[in-house]
């Protein structure tokens, strides 16, 4: 499989929830120039980080985000993080039928 195969794949997921690490995280963007994918955890796990301004000082609350690495290390698969991050995958109810 090819990164471009990789990447598009990836790309039909986003605003999808996964289970990852021991909390819930949204999958928010898949950057093909840097072959990584960007998780945003979910709001609703009661954490966040203080964000600080430029001097040092307690700003705002920011949601963390985390960078993981798309290919394997020979390119031409999934990394083990992406596949551990895909076995969490949340399944959303359809909007048809609920389920």
């Not at 996964?18 to 609703?44: H, K, M, N, P, Q």
């Not at 705002?60 to 083990?80: E, P």
């Amino acid at each position: 499989m090819t990164g471009d195969d990789l990447h598009r794949k990836l790309h039909r997921l986003i605003g999808d929830r996964f289970a990852y690490l021991g909390d819930i995280w949204v999958l928010i963007e898949v950057l093909s120039d840097t072959d990584s994918v960007v998780l945003r955890r979910c709001e609703d796990s009661g954490r966040g980080n203080v964000q600080q301004n430029m001097y040092g000082m307690p700003n705002r609350r920011a949601q963390d985000t985390m960078t993981l690495q798309i290919s394997d290390a020979a390119g031409d698969g999934y990394s083990d993080d992406i596949m551990v991050l895909l076995e969490g995958r949340q399944v959303r109810p359809s909007p048809l039928t609920g389920r």
